[in-house]
């Protein structure tokens, strides 16, 4: 299947988020903002909007790097050069020669650093120069051909331009060795894989973090209710349970709260049959309290208020009825207000005075022959007669009787409206029933509206009532009354036999329940805060990279490992060590990074450095980096420290033949102290593209950049270098402080001249057929200009050997050699500079 279809079908099945996540990685810079925008995703479970994936299979063309130089170094390592490391621009192959301690590892040490190497050493500061101000040096380099400087510091992070740079010293190779590596250049469809499970760890990360933000504020349980129901849930609660679920520790009312009081009053209680008592007489109390509010409130409820009504209306009809009777009476009478009140009264007294004093034994009124009026005591005539009899008529009538006896009922209702009782009697009967003074301000509220209503009916006037408060109260009273007598009934039972143990776990139980009532706000927030931590927990397992690391893994066996085997097969076999029995295996996957190691054919059990001699560890080590580095789609430079340590002369020249290869398509910059490896790099590449440079160490610090040595030179460059450089300093000398300072110059310049015409011997004379430091004798091109040789040549030759090699080897102190002065020696190099000019024109 095509790899790109195979992995965007593949991102297309994974949750949306992580196929939004891919795509981001693949079309920009992944920032902040992005990483907020995925984590909402996450939260919110919400799909990816389908797009085109761009390519990510064809490799792109990476930015091409070149080293120009490391100058400005201040304070890092032993490193204190005044001459900046310059490479040359037309140079691919860049030899820097220094002895050991010339600071050659401390310029590989800074490139390592600043390219970000995962096995670079941390840089230290001079230790012997700590009054520095910093540790710092200036790189030059271009980048697709544009030049940059940046200055860095060995506190800083590497610098990303320069990343891909590559380095191998023995620490590199002894990873390749030893370990499992990741290949240095990823195919960015692999590429993919690694960003990807990266972000998955951001990702991951920032929503750990966000959890860990949700902090349990639950207070802890009290010790003492640690062994009751009530803890067990507390303890145990769970994102699944709802509050109507908690209610039995989410909710205290009085009912518990009534419970808790009785128990406590048990297991206080030292005789619960004198408080059995107590609590009946207390409930007798409360029983008083209830029937008189119940009977007054009988009387002055709406039904009775109606019926009181009622009665007056019937009192003032029948009245009504009676004084219209009496009224006919009256207009025979002479006087006004006859069947009045006052006019019955005076009646009732006449009749009085008359049966009892004036007419004893006779009936009233008295209207015989010869009676008198028992008030004005006047004689009846027939008219006071009639008069008489009509008025004991209308009183002795049934309408008068019965106005008379509506309005005595009235008016015995009304005085048997209840009235107010005082607040000290009731704050007396309240106390004898244990109620609180809650209670009592309830009672005296009942009382006071039974009496405003009593004398609203008295006066005849409307008033509101508020019933509901009357007999809502009357039914707590009621309960609280049945309450005694079951608190009288426990006690009985009590003082028969309590179980302490019993009654006590159940006070410590109702306790516990109080308490976790209190709680319910943290009780319902920590219910919340576990569904929250749940569902970031759900969300955090989305970002296990095993899925990833499965299918980088599958990708990788495609367009990694086969081609990986295959480029460290040929550079086996170019290194010439083919024959050693290696070969590079897959490692496991993990977090969507594909390993590879190094091991030995036929001998599992044996790791590569248990078996191998020092040089084919060497060697092996070098075919790994390069089979790794070159898989790269860029020609970035390749930076070597001492390649050929430990190496035979067979392994030497294979590897100096790879470097020159390299060079032809990247700068490659190599570290070295061997003679034999400068000797083998002149003689393999092209003068033309070849730069070699000399460091050494002086007494303000190492890596002093310099001239290349002079056995390094072309031997016309090396006789121009000692006239005009060398010769011309020791004349100033010479003049200015005479020969005994001058000594030493004169005797460098004859140990110079010795060494120039022994490169003469090899590179000229001989014409490079054979070289010291080299095994091989280049015969092809060269054998034939052995022929220019005469012996005249020779006669030069000796004479100068003769002349310049005995200022090498202590003189006799009776007949020292005196060195020569400049001018002499400046004659003798522009003999041999004449000499070899004509000897190199010759046919």
């Not at 009124?365 to 008529?393: M, W, Y």
Request: glycine share 4%.
């Amino acid at each position: 299947m095509d790899t790109q279809k195979e992995v965007t079908d593949w991102f297309k099945t994974l949750k949306g988020w992580q196929t939004e996540l891919a795509y981001r990685i693949l079309t920009k810079n992944i920032e902040e903002s992005d990483i907020s925008d995925i984590i909402t995703m996450v939260k919110s479970n919400a799909t990816f909007v389908d797009k085109a994936f761009p390519n990510f299979v064809k490799p792109t063309d990476e930015k091409q790097i070149r080293l120009l130089s490391i100058e400005s170094i201040q304070n890092i390592e032993s490193l204190a050069p005044r001459n900046p490391l310059i490479f040359e621009k037309d140079k691919n192959l860049i030899v820097i020669y220094g002895s050991n301690g010339s600071g050659k590892s401390g310029y590989t040490k800074i490139i390592k650093k600043i390219s970000g190497k995962p096995r670079a050493k941390d840089l230290k500061p001079n230790v012997y120069n700590e009054g520095s101000n910093g540790s710092k040096c200036t790189i030059k380099y271009t980048i697709d051909d544009f030049e940059e400087a940046r200055e860095w510091s060995i506190n800083n992070s590497s610098i990303s331009d320069l990343a891909g740079i590559d380095v191998f010293d023995t620490n590199t190779g002894n990873g390749y060795i030893e370990g499992a590596n990741t290949v240095a250049y990823t195919p960015k469809c692999v590429a993919l894989f690694e960003a990807f499970s990266r972000y998955y760890s951001v990702i991951e990360q920032e929503l750990k973090h966000e959890s860990e933000r949700l902090v349990k504020t639950l207070p802890t349980i009290p010790v003492e209710y640690s062994t009751t129901n009530f803890s067990r849930v507390y303890n145990n609660l769970n994102k699944n349970q709802t509050e109507s679920q908690l209610a039995s520790i989410l909710i205290w009312d009085e009912t518990n709260e009534q419970i808790k009081l009785e128990l406590e009053k048990r297991l206080k209680e030292k005789d619960p049959a004198k408080s059995a008592v107590e609590k009946r007489k207390q409930k007798s109390e409360i029983d008083k309290i209830i029937r008189e509010i119940t009977e007054a409130y009988i009387q002055i409820n709406l039904d009775a208020r109606k019926a009181t009504k009622g009665l007056m209306d019937d009192a003032i009809s029948k009245r009504k009825i009676a004084q219209d009777s009496a009224q006919i009476i009256a207009n025979k009478s002479k006087l006004q207000g006859v069947g009045s009140q006052v006019w019955k009264s005076l009646w009732e007294a006449a009749r009085t005075f008359s049966l009892q004093e004036a007419y004893r034994n006779t009936g009233y009124p008295n209207i015989g022959d010869g009676t008198r009026c028992v008030l004005c005591h006047q004689p009846l005539n027939d008219d006071a007669k009639e008069r008489l009899s009509s008025f004991e008529t209308f009183i002795k009538s049934q309408l008068e009787s019965e106005a008379t006896e509506a309005e005595k009922v009235y008016v015995n209702r009304l005085n048997s409206l209840p009235v107010a009782i005082s607040q000290d009697v009731l704050s007396s009967k309240c106390r004898a029933a244990n109620l609180s003074e809650g209670w009592l301000d309830c009672v005296v509220a009942i009382w006071q509206q039974i009496d405003n209503v009593s004398n609203s009916i008295r006066q005849n006037k409307e008033i509101s009532i508020d019933a509901k408060f009357i007999t809502d109260n009357i039914g707590l009273l009621k309960t609280i009354s049945v309450q005694y007598e079951k608190e009288a009934i426990q006690f009985d039972a009590d003082a028969r036999q309590l179980d302490r143990v019993h009654a006590e776990n159940e006070l410590l139980e109702i306790n516990a329940k109080k308490w976790c009532s209190e709680q319910k706000g943290h009780i319902l927030n920590e219910v919340e805060r576990l569904k929250q931590v749940a569902a970031y927990t759900d969300r955090i397992s989305q970002c296990n990279t095993r899925a990833i690391s499965l299918k980088a893994s599958a990708i990788s066996e495609k367009v990694i490992t086969e081609e990986y085997v295959k480029r460290f097969n040929n550079e086996l076999y170019a290194l010439n060590a083919n024959r050693i029995k290696v070969e590079l295996v897959k490692g496991s996957a993990s977090r969507g990074t594909i390993t590879h190691s190094l091991k030995l054919k036929g001998a599992r059990n044996y790791s590569p450095s248990d078996i191998l001699s020092e040089g084919e560890h060497r060697i092996i080590a070098l075919a790994s980096f390069l089979a790794d580095v070159t898989g790269g789609n860029n020609t970035n430079p390749f930076v070597f420290d001492d390649p050929i340590s430990s190496l035979d002369q067979e392994y030497e020249e294979k590897t100096v033949e790879r470097l020159v290869e390299l060079s032809k398509t990247r700068q490659v910059i190599v570290f070295t102290h061997r003679l034999s490896l400068l000797g083998l790099l002149n003689d393999k590449c092209d003068q033309s593209k070849i730069q070699i440079i000399g460091i050494r160490s002086e007494h303000w610090g190492t890596g002093e950049v310099g001239d290349t040595p002079l056995f390094a030179k072309n031997t016309t460059k090396a006789l121009n270098s000692i006239k005009y450089d060398k010769i011309a300093k020791a004349k100033k000398v010479f003049g200015e402080s005479g020969s005994e300072t001058y000594y030493p110059y004169g005797k460098m310049l004859c140990s110079d001249v010795r060494i120039v015409v022994e490169r003469i011997v090899e590179f000229d004379f001989l014409a490079d057929v054979i070289q010291r430091y080299r095994r091989s004798v280049n015969t092809m091109g060269k054998v034939d200009k052995l022929a220019k040789i005469k012996k005249t040549d020779c006669d030069l030759i000796n004479d100068y050997m003769t002349r310049y090699s005995c200022y090498e080897h202590s003189q006799p102190m009776e007949t020292p050699v005196a060195i020569p002065e400049p001018n002499e020696i400046e004659a003798d190099v522009d003999k041999l500079i004449t000499w070899l000019s004509e000897f190199n024109k010759r046919v």
